[in-house]
């Protein structure tokens, strides 16, 4: 018997529909980007202990009207694009029992070795594309380091840096303080 991926021919191009006919539970990430379907590896613990460890910090702060979130949650803007942020943040009157379509408050995400340019330079361009109001780019490595980029004009500015024991003070999408060395922590 064939998967649904075996049947694909490379030309074919994905929609957010084709997504929802399978499932796979091989622990890959499956995403769309303008048709192509991407799929990465799971995350490794380092990554997923940031990721607790962020979520953690920004779910104290946050407001009621908002909801963090954390991956595996879609966020599809059109029919060819689905992506999942490691971290997230909407407001709760935009979320339902399906994927997330409305621009999302933020989007985090936590380079990998396997996702480093993928998330720097593809993500970062589709999120800016569908109104994600801010992005942070999260490095393990080195730190770690957090870059937060702001949405203005259609392009994302970079906002805020640091690395180890750097206390970066956001405001958007709520204020609220993160030191990178405290996620490994």
Known sequence: MTTMLEQRRASDAWTVDDLDQFL?????????VDGTLVVSPSPRPKHQWISTELYRALDRACPAELKVFYAP???????????????????????????????LRLAVE???P????????????????????????????????????????????EVARGSG??????????PVAVTPSALLG
């Open 165 to 174: 024991d750097d206390e970066v003070r956001l405001v958007l999408p709520y």
């Open 110 to 112: 936590i380079l990998s």
């Open 73 to 103: 949650l879609d966020w599809q803007p059109n029919q060819r694009n689905s992506l999942e942020p490691d971290l997230l943040v909407v407001p709760k009157k935009d979320v339902g029992d399906g994927p997330l379509t409305t621009p």
């Open 114 to 157: 396997s996702s480093r340019l993928y998330d720097t330079k593809v993500k970062f361009a589709k999120y800016a594309e569908g109104g994600v109001a801010s992005y942070w780019i999260v490095d393990p490595d080195g730190g770690p380091s957090i870059v937060a980029y702001d949405l203005v004009d259609g392009d994302y500015v």
């Open 24 to 32: 796979e539970n091989d622990g890959n990430r499956y995403e769309l």
